[in-house]
């Protein structure tokens, strides 16, 4: 008889479409803008913007967008990478362990998988939202759903949430590992483009508003506060990836993309990066793309498609995307140790 698992680990991922038409897009970013970590504005100015402006101008772009990176077979990339990883870590845990995968928008949801977690009775539940940097707005409303689903429930696993995993060793050697299958020295510039984020919802990271991000500067504040700043855990990615590589000073930096909307985002933007090093003369760049753990339509286009194009037309040569972390055997293994080790 097999034996009966006893441990519960999640795996959480942002989301993605159905599938790549309009409508499913639609669906997708309406559920996705809705939620309040998000668009952190008050519900109803979210729901025109999100329901009358956004979803609606957006879906149909978008949608095209999808439909080029659709695999005919495997579907979405973040989908396809997600449930390899999912398969790989169960594979790694064994029989003692039972791994779900939920998407924290769309399918599968997250409460589909906490129903199955829930008549399996396990002792515990470890929740790891697949983000290597703490944000409000993706792990923030990871965490937040998956206990809005289990307080309702009769009985209580010991239930834990990884927080972030921003200089885990083995995820930083990954990336190395990823960057060296190029040749690093053909490069002039090495930039870490992560996703971005409203200003506004860094500062409301610090109920006691001391850390002022970010306005003293977000490079230090993990290091000096230990604090949730997602800026600063971006920039000990980076760094960590830096020393891991022996990058010398000043041939690489840190910038942020996928602005949404006109209120500000954090800076700098990775088109105005692309612009100033364009300008400096620099002509092929090797782009890391830290804050994702799988490629997804942010790499595989926003990245490789239109920031190249955008470079290119700047003067530049060559925009060159290192792989996520996919389904890297040391990932797994990285995954592995985030599900059994509580310490983060
Ligand atoms: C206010 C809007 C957004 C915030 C804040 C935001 C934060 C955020 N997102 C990720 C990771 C991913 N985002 C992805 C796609 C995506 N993100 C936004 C908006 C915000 N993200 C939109 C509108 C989209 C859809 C893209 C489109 O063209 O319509 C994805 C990829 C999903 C996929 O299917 O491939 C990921 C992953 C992080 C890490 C983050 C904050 C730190
Ligand atoms: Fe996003
Ligand atoms: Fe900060």
């Excluded at 890391?288 to 040569?317: H, N, Q, R, W």
């Amino acid at each position: 008889m097999k034996k009966k698992a006893t441990k519960g680990i999640l795996l959480v991922q942002l989301g993605t479409p159905d599938s790549p038409s309009t409508k499913d897009v639609r669906k997708y970013l309406t559920e996705f803008l809705m939620d309040g970590r998000v668009i952190d504005i008050p519900y109803l100015n979210r729901t025109l913007l999100v329901k009358g402006i956004i979803a609606p101008t957006r879906a149909p772009k978008s949608a095209k967008v999808y439909e080029s990176i659709w695999d005919k077979e495997t579907g979405s990339p973040l989908m396809y990478y997600s449930k390899l990883q999912k398969d790989a870590l169960q594979e790694a845990l064994g029989e003692d362990y039972h791994v779900e995968l939920a998407m924290r928008y769309q399918n599968p949801s997250i409460e589909l998988a906490l129903s199955k977690m829930e008549g399996m009775l396990l002792d515990s539940i470890r929740v790891i939202p697949m983000f290597p940097q703490y944000a409000s707005a993706t792990s923030g409303s990871i965490i937040d759903r998956v206990m809005e689903l289990i307080r309702k429930w009769q009985y209580f696993p010991a239930l834990s949430f990884v927080n972030s995993f921003c200089e885990d060793e083995l995820l930083i050697e990954v990336i190395a590992d990823h960057a060296k299958q190029h040749d690093l020295a053909e490069y002039d510039h090495y930039l870490f483009s992560y996703h971005g984020l409203p200003v506004r919802q860094l500062g409301k990271i610090d109920p006691t508003g001391q850390l002022k991000c970010p306005e003293n500067g977000c490079e230090q504040c993990k290091v000096q506060t230990n604090s949730y700043c997602y800026v600063s855990q971006c920039y000990a990615t980076s760094r960590a990836i830096v020393k891991k590589l022996n990058l010398p000073e000043g041939s690489y930096s840190t910038c942020f993309q996928s602005r949404l909307g006109k209120e500000p985002w954090i800076q700098p933007y990775t088109s105005v990066a692309l612009k100033e090093l364009a300008e400096s003369g620099k002509k092929k760049l090797l782009v890391f793309s830290p804050a994702f753990v799988a490629d997804c339509i942010e790499t595989i286009d926003e990245i490789a498609v239109e920031y190249a194009a955008e470079f290119k037309e700047l003067g530049g040569e060559k925009v060159q995307l290192v792989e996520s972390l996919n389904n890297d055997p040391k990932w797994i293994e990285s995954l592995r140790r985030l599900a059994v080790d509580a310490k983060n």
